[in-house]
């Protein structure tokens, strides 16, 4: 089967993704606004059958956000790679069907190579959920263009000595600091709050 991402914005791009001989294959468009995938079925004998699929791909405007701190209660933040003033705590969305802590647990692991898990450190679930206006030059990630995120709140307390492994492809560096200060540099107000709360 042959599978084309089409991106209709400047210039058609198409990723080949698989093939097999004498299959169908699949055009999957996708919008410049992210408001809707439409996939274009082509059969063997030419026949063009469309459908939209809505909101495929994009994201829910659900994350969770993971505090981290050390024994010494120094916290980690992370610097942002598309941003190099907006320094943050692990966050990142909730995949459709995932439970809340479990996205902890992977984004923890994704974006600092601790694995919880395998540590046997627990994350902290806070019960606690913020809302808040998801930045303009972001919305287009979200379905329905969404405005408004809600963030599940978690933190964990790791030993002092805990190594980190940043994913290049989101972070680019990373401090400790002590709970003033890491509530100082953090972007985000609601990051803020949790830091502060711990």
Same mark, same amino acid.
């Given at each position: 089967?042959?599978?084309?991402?089409?991106?209709?914005?400047?210039?058609?791009?198409?990723?080949?993704?698989?093939?097999?001989?004498?299959?169908?294959?699949?055009?999957?468009?996708?919008?410049?606004?992210?408001?809707?995938?439409?996939?274009?079925?082509?059969?063997?004998?030419?026949?063009?059958?469309?459908?939209?699929?809505?909101?495929?791909?994009?994201?829910?405007?659900?994350?969770?956000?993971?505090? &981290?701190?050390? #024994?010494?209660?120094?916290?980690?933040?992370?610097?942002? *790679?598309?941003?190099? +003033?907006?320094?943050? /705590? !692990?966050?990142?969305?909730?995949?459709?069907?995932?439970?809340?802590?479990?996205?902890?647990?992977?984004?923890?692991?994704?974006?600092?190579?601790?694995?919880?898990?395998?540590?046997?450190?627990?994350?902290?679930?806070?019960?606690?959920?913020?809302?808040?206006? &998801?930045?303009? #030059?972001?919305?287009?990630?979200?379905?329905?263009?969404? *405005?408004?995120?809600? +963030?599940?709140?978690? /933190? !964990?307390?790791?030993?002092?000595?805990?190594?980190?492994?940043?994913?290049?492809?989101?972070?680019?560096?990373?401090?400790?600091?002590?709970?003033?200060?890491?509530?100082?540099?953090?972007?985000?107000?609601?990051?803020?709050?949790?830091?502060?709360?711990?």
């Amino acid at each position: 089967m042959l599978v084309y991402w089409v991106f209709p914005w400047q210039s058609l791009l198409l990723l080949e993704i698989g093939q097999a001989f004498g299959l169908p294959f699949f055009c999957l468009f996708y919008g410049r606004d992210a408001q809707k995938l439409t996939v274009v079925r082509i059969t063997w004998y030419n026949k063009m059958v469309l459908t939209p699929m809505e909101n495929i791909m994009l994201r829910q405007p659900l994350s969770v956000l993971v505090v &981290i701190y050390n #024994q010494n209660k120094q916290f980690l933040i992370l610097q942002r *790679k598309d941003d190099p +003033e907006f320094w943050q /705590s !692990v966050t990142g969305g909730i995949d459709r069907g995932e439970e809340p802590l479990t996205t902890a647990y992977r984004e923890l692991k994704e974006e600092t190579g601790i694995d919880a898990h395998a540590l046997g450190i627990k994350i902290k679930q806070h019960n606690s959920i913020n809302q808040y206006e &998801i930045r303009p #030059q972001w919305r287009h990630r979200y379905e329905s263009n969404a *405005k408004i995120n809600s +963030e599940h709140v978690f /933190s !964990v307390c790791v030993p002092n000595d805990v190594q980190v492994t940043l994913c290049d492809e989101e972070h680019t560096d990373y401090i400790w600091l002590n709970q003033q200060s890491a509530a100082n540099k953090v972007w985000s107000a609601s990051n803020k709050k949790e830091i502060l709360a711990i």
